[in-house]
């Protein structure tokens, strides 16, 4: 008999409806100025520039010793192109410069894959704005469930949107406050969406009860006076370890956040 595998549990959504029922169709239902992108500051993402961002992406997957398809690199591509197309009218990220983002955003992101355990299922991003690490994760975990939640509109309008255009069924983006959202996940990850006492209060109970339910805090630099803030919420930190993002020199670090027994 096969042991049966730990999962969490996730919002019922209905493909190419909105996530707050609202009627909303993600493919033409959207907003005016979020179905129609204005021509304005837009990169052209030539086949030249999209030559040069494969060859990048694929050096730093080697350097982050991930693998991963053709169809998963010209997805990740894709997506930097979709983003400085949106971004040309509704300013997701301040980082503009397509070499940028690609290091920035996408190897930023990946830089965590290997510490998402992979017997998890389902996967939160709190506060992911643009859609980062969440987008990122679900191209290269098509087996996990990943849903983005944020509190601005505009930025889950465009992450379902660009879920829709990569066809990635299994990330979805929900308008709420994570206080206010009430599934549970195998795994909750943010990146520098708050301190880690208010991540841990404001998120610690999206977390599945089972005593491996994991929190993930993607950071610049070691956030010692942040660590010492957690006694007494009931969250510790199991592990903290720096973390290397392919051409970048910033610091970066990720710590596991467990409950304390």
């Known amino acids: 008999?096969?042991?049966?595998?730990?999962?969490?549990?996730?919002?019922t959504v209905q493909h190419n409806i909105n996530p707050q029922g609202q009627g909303m169709t993600t493919s033409a239902g959207l907003r005016p100025v979020?179905?129609?992108?204005?021509?304005?500051?837009q990169i052209e993402f030539t086949p030249e520039l999209r030559a040069e961002l494969y060859e990048k992406?694929?050096?730093?997957?080697k350097q982050l010793r991930l693998t991963a398809?053709?169809?998963?690199?010209?997805?990740?591509?894709?997506?930097?192109?979709?983003?400085?197309?949106?971004?040309a009218v509704i300013n997701l990220t301040a980082i503009r410069d397509p070499h940028d983002?690609?290091?920035?955003?996408?190897?930023?992101?990946?830089?965590?894959?290997?510490c998402i355990p992979p017997e998890s299922t389902t996967l939160l991003d709190v506060g992911s704005g643009g859609g980062f690490p969440a987008l990122p994760i679900a191209v290269m975990r098509p087996d996990l469930e990943v849903v983005s939640v944020d509190s601005v509109r505009?930025?889950?309008?465009?992450v379902n949107k660009a879920a829709e255009h990569l066809k990635l069924g299994n990330l979805t983006a929900v308008h709420t406050r994570v206080e206010d959202h009430?599934?549970?996940?195998?795994?909750?990850?943010s990146r520098a969406y708050a301190s880690l006492k208010d991540f841990v209060v404001s998120a610690g109970d999206c977390v599945v009860?089972?005593?491996?339910?994991?929190?993930?805090?993607?950071?610049?630099?070691?956030?010692?006076?942040?660590?010492?803030?957690?006694?007494?919420?009931g969250w510790v930190v199991d592990r903290k370890r720096a973390l290397t993002v392919p051409f970048l020199e910033a610091e970066r670090c990720l710590l596991w956040l467990e409950r304390d027994q």
């Open 1 to 11: 008999m096969t042991e049966s595998k730990k999962t969490g549990t996730r919002p």
């Open 34 to 41: 979020i179905d129609r992108p204005l021509k304005r500051e």
């Open 57 to 61: 992406l694929t050096e730093g997957l």
């Open 69 to 87: 398809s053709g169809k998963q690199k010209d997805q990740l591509i894709e997506s930097l192109a979709f983003l400085s197309e949106w971004n």
């Open 101 to 114: 983002m690609l290091v920035q955003h996408i190897l930023d992101s990946l830089s965590v894959l290997y």
């Open 154 to 158: 505009k930025k889950t309008d465009y």
């Open 182 to 189: 009430l599934p549970t996940y195998d795994v909750v990850i």
């Open 209 to 233: 009860p089972e005593e491996d339910g994991l929190m993930l805090a993607m950071k610049g630099k070691s956030p010692d006076d942040e660590i010492s803030e957690l006694a007494g919420t």
